[in-house]
């Protein structure tokens, strides 16, 4: 096809003036238009702009020595999580979720605490599972402005604001208070005078084990032998030679799982050439795992788990936590109890979301300051599963007071928190239960100064309360 062209010598006609005048009128009217829908519509107007979302990241042992517990937990996070988006969301948006694993080791720890903070922009962390990966991880976290909820880690020396510099909070109580509780156990309870302890070599074992032999020793007992072990070893032959070497009533050990099996195994297996070995266990928190009851009994190990006995944190008693077991059971379309810190897992994302509300930002320093705020005071109470009654009261200007699936959750200066403890055993059937419900109103946290008058007072009520509230585990 050929271009038309004008006539040789016509010049092209300009469009009438007046045309061109009702262009410019039209385009300005269009611009006016756009401009006032923008405003209308909040586009230039910060205080009616979209929140942004609330990035909240999950640290926890999904593998490693403490993989019987990190998935459970980390189910506790969803489940809190699918509740608040369903019921609204945090400040108008859906909380994201992103997942990593600690492995139970400190470099994986510190390293996934990077990719959560510089990959996935987290608002907060809720971990690491263990107290070790915590302090790797802390400093990274603080300096990020991202404050740190674990469930888990219990080491005494995470009550520090020089290592925190009050970015680290805990769901679950201290050491110094676990501390206590099994040494008044073994020694007013069980009436042992010579134990030995065990501990893994990291701020927890060595932690816990410290405070129980501060504990014990100011009771009138004795520790003779404090036998740290590697973690990471296949063989504990020499540790158990020097453990049992001084012939103690009693061995408490403060492990995870994954040196416990091993650890348990060679113990079971040189029973027979080493008669003094045969002695009661009393473990910690971090080996109440049905799933490791079940290992050390079956036939390859031979363990007589009846006789264990151990001391952890526990959910008090109440329709709060019943209600919080059921959340979960039916979310997870499981019969299935929550395992150990599954509940603190739970309560920790709530109060993330809790204090960013409060907030009205997700800024992590936003979110740090108001963490103490949501935990305790007078406020309207909010219970699991209850974000609607948190949006309403804090959009009235209101207070709240979060009651947790853990219990109170009352965070200090340091970010602790108190609670009670359970003493469990393992029953005819070779289920975990409870023997014994420690109130936190008997519990003191451990002094080097307390005078023996004090320790006696502290004693005699422990015996008391225990004593009055032995019942079966409810779970």
Same mark, same amino acid.
């Given at each position: 096809?050929?271009?038309?062209?004008?006539?040789?010598?016509?010049?092209?006609?300009?469009?009438?003036?007046?045309?061109?005048?009702?262009?410019? #009128?039209? #385009?300005?009217?269009?611009?006016?238009?756009?401009?006032? !829908?923008?405003?209308?519509?909040?586009?230039?107007?910060?205080?009616?702009?979209?929140?942004?979302?609330?990035?909240?990241?999950?640290?926890?042992?999904?593998?490693?020595?403490?993989?019987?517990?990190?998935?459970?937990?980390?189910?506790?996070?969803?489940?809190?999580?699918?509740?608040?988006?369903?019921?609204?969301?945090?400040?108008?948006?859906?909380?994201?979720?992103?997942?990593?694993?600690?492995?139970?080791?400190?470099?994986?720890?510190?390293?996934?605490?990077?990719?959560?903070?510089?990959?996935?922009?987290?608002?907060?962390?809720?971990?690491? @599972?263990?107290?070790?990966?915590?302090?790797?991880?802390?400093?990274?976290?603080?300096?990020?402005? #991202?404050?740190?909820?674990?469930?888990? !880690?219990?080491?005494?020396?995470?009550?520090?604001?020089?290592?925190?510099?009050?970015?680290?909070?805990?769901?679950?109580?201290?050491?110094?208070?676990?501390?206590?509780?099994?040494?008044?156990?073994?020694?007013?309870?069980?009436?042992?005078?010579?134990?030995?302890?065990?501990?893994?070599?990291?701020?927890?074992?060595?932690?816990?084990?410290?405070?129980?032999?501060?504990?014990?020793?100011?009771?009138?007992?004795?520790?003779?032998?404090?036998?740290?072990?590697?973690?990471?070893?296949?063989?504990?032959?020499?540790?158990?030679?020097?453990?049992?070497?001084?012939?103690? @009533?009693?061995?408490?050990?403060?492990?995870?799982?994954?040196?416990?099996?091993?650890?348990?195994?060679?113990? @079971?297996?040189?029973?027979?050439?080493?008669?003094?070995?045969?002695?009661?266990?009393?473990?910690?928190?971090?080996?109440?795992?049905?799933?490791?009851?079940?290992?050390?009994?079956?036939?390859? #190990?031979?363990?007589?788990?009846?006789?264990?006995?151990?001391?952890?944190?526990?959910?008090?008693?109440?329709?709060?936590?019943?209600?919080?077991?059921?959340?979960?059971?039916?979310?997870?379309?499981?019969?299935?109890?929550?395992?150990?810190?599954?509940?603190?897992?739970?309560?920790?994302?709530?109060?993330?979301?809790?204090?960013?509300?409060?907030?009205?930002?997700?800024?992590?320093?936003?979110?740090?300051?108001?963490?103490?705020?949501?935990?305790?005071?007078?406020?309207?109470?909010?219970?699991?599963?209850?974000?609607?009654?948190?949006?309403?009261?804090?959009?009235?200007?209101?207070?709240?007071?979060?009651?947790?699936?853990?219990?109170?959750?009352?965070?200090?200066?340091?970010?602790?928190?108190?609670?009670?403890?359970?003493?469990?055993?393992?029953?005819?059937?070779? @289920?975990?239960?409870?023997?014994?419900?420690?109130?936190?109103?008997?519990?003191?946290?451990?002094?080097?100064?307390?005078?023996?008058?004090?320790?006696?007072?502290?004693?005699?009520?422990?015996?008391?309360?225990?004593?009055?509230?032995?019942?079966?585990?409810?779970?």
């Amino acid at each position: 096809m050929e271009e038309q062209q004008a006539p040789s010598g016509a010049a092209p006609k300009a469009a009438p003036k007046s045309r061109a005048v009702w262009i410019a #009128v039209a #385009v300005i009217v269009v611009i006016i238009v756009v401009v006032l !829908a923008a405003v209308l519509g909040g586009v230039f107007n910060p205080a009616t702009q979209a929140k942004p979302a609330l990035r909240i990241g999950t640290l926890l042992s999904i593998t490693g020595a403490l993989s019987q517990y990190g998935p459970g937990d980390t189910q506790g996070a969803y489940l809190a999580v699918h509740q608040i988006n369903a019921a609204g969301g945090v400040l108008g948006q859906p909380i994201q979720l992103f997942t990593e694993d600690d492995q139970t080791d400190q470099t994986a720890a510190a390293a996934a605490t990077t990719k959560l903070i510089t990959q996935n922009h987290v608002n907060a962390i809720v971990g690491a @599972q263990f107290s070790g990966g915590t302090i790797a991880s802390i400093g990274i976290a603080q300096a990020a402005g #991202v404050p740190m909820v674990s469930p888990s !880690a219990t080491s005494p020396a995470l009550s520090n604001l020089t290592l925190t510099g009050g970015y680290f909070f805990r769901t679950a109580p201290s050491d110094a208070l676990q501390g206590v509780v099994a040494a008044n156990y073994l020694y007013t309870n069980l009436s042992y005078r010579y134990v030995n302890l065990v501990g893994r070599d990291d701020s927890y074992g060595r932690g816990l084990v410290g405070v129980i032999n501060t504990k014990f020793t100011a009771l009138g007992g004795h520790v003779n032998t404090t036998v740290i072990i590697n973690p990471k070893a296949t063989t504990f032959q020499t540790d158990l030679q020097n453990l049992f070497s001084t012939n103690p @009533q009693a061995v408490y050990f403060a492990g995870f799982p994954g040196e416990g099996l091993i650890l348990m195994s060679q113990w @079971q297996a040189g029973l027979s050439t080493n008669s003094g070995w045969n002695r009661p266990w009393v473990f910690s928190e971090g080996l109440d795992s049905q799933a490791f009851m079940d290992q050390l009994r079956a036939s390859s #190990v031979g363990v007589d788990v009846t006789k264990i006995k151990g001391t952890a944190p526990v959910s008090p008693f109440g329709a709060i936590h019943d209600i919080f077991v059921a959340q979960y059971k039916a979310a997870t379309t499981t019969t299935a109890t929550p395992v150990l810190y599954t509940d603190y897992t739970y309560d920790a994302v709530y109060l993330i979301a809790l204090a960013a509300q409060k907030a009205g930002s997700v800024d992590g320093t936003a979110i740090k300051a108001n963490l103490p705020v949501v935990s305790k005071g007078s406020g309207t109470v909010i219970t699991p599963g209850n974000w609607t009654r948190a949006l309403t009261t804090i959009a009235s200007g209101g207070s709240v007071n979060w009651e947790g699936a853990a219990g109170s959750e009352d965070f200090d200066a340091n970010g602790d928190v108190r609670g009670p403890y359970e003493v469990w055993g393992v029953n005819s059937t070779f @289920q975990i239960v409870r023997l014994a419900f420690i109130p936190e109103s008997s519990i003191t946290a451990p002094s080097l100064t307390m005078s023996s008058q004090m320790v006696t007072r502290i004693s005699s009520g422990f015996v008391e309360k225990v004593q009055a509230a032995v019942v079966s585990r409810q779970y």
